[in-house]
């Protein structure tokens, strides 16, 4: 168990350009979510997946967020035309089914200048 | 839907002492309760837990919390501090029908002083 993987750690792009996140859950895991953490506030939902299938988006999610998981395995989550409100950590989480508890990564930290 | 509500943002206390973090929630259905903790430059790391049973449920390194339903709190507690639990803490509650997403508090961040 590597624990869930994250990249990039940091990720500093211009505004209106396009950026692509990625994360390995641990392998077993087959619910994967996403969050995304502004300062001072606690990671809000964005999506989850069980196994391949993107079972509930957040209205955070706007058209410029994409996110996908090919296969059950990796995610990845595109922003499209970056805004400078895009400027947060992202954070991947995974899970087994039913209670099991939430294993989040370290999270990816977007700048957007 | 639901709703966490972490009414201090930030807590110091000196090494030793115990502390409190207060969580409370709102929310039209049951929920399984949690409170996880982020080191500084880490992720989140879950702390403990309450899915059913004993409502006082205790992590390894000594912090308990106890669900209390009529108040829709689940306060964090230790009663002696490290200055190593010095993190920021979240609270979270997710709806028991599906257990899927969390929802999370603003955060309390705890500073164990010398």
């Known amino acids: 168990d590597t624990g869930v993987s994250q990249d990039p750690r940091h990720k500093i792009t211009k505004r209106g350009q396009n950026v692509t996140f990625r994360c390995d859950p641990i392998?077993?895991?087959?619910?994967l979510y996403w969050y995304r953490q502004t300062l001072g506030q606690g990671p809000e939902f964005l999506t989850y997946f069980q196994n391949e299938a993107q079972l509930e988006k957040s209205r955070l999610l706007s058209d410029r967020f994409s996110a996908e998981r090919p296969k059950g395995s990796f995610s990845t989550l595109e922003i499209q035309r970056t805004e400078q409100g895009d400027s947060a950590m992202y954070l991947c989480?995974?899970?087994?089914?039913?209670?099991?508890?939430?294993?989040f990564g370290n999270g990816t930290r977007l700048t957007v200048t | 839907a639901q709703s966490v509500t972490q009414l201090d943002s930030q807590v110091p206390v000196f090494e030793e002492a115990p502390v409190e973090l207060r969580c409370n929630y709102s929310?039209?259905?049951?929920?399984?309760l949690f409170w996880y903790v982020q080191y500084p430059n880490q992720g989140l790391q879950l702390l403990l837990k309450?899915?059913?049973?004993?409502?006082l449920v205790e992590s390894i390194n000594g912090f308990e919390a106890e669900f209390n339903k009529s108040q829709t709190s689940f306060h964090l507690r230790k009663p002696s501090v490290h200055i190593s639990d010095t993190a920021e803490y979240f609270c979270?509650?997710?709806?028991?029908?599906?257990?899927?997403?969390?929802?999370f508090g603003s955060g309390t961040q705890l500073t164990v002083l010398p």
């Open positions: 929310s039209s259905v049951s929920v399984y």
């Open positions: 392998s077993e895991h087959n619910r």
């Open positions: 309450y899915l059913s049973g004993s409502t």
């Open positions: 989480a995974s899970s087994l089914e039913g209670t099991a508890p939430l294993h």
């Open positions: 979270a509650v997710s709806d028991r029908s599906s257990a899927r997403q969390l929802t």
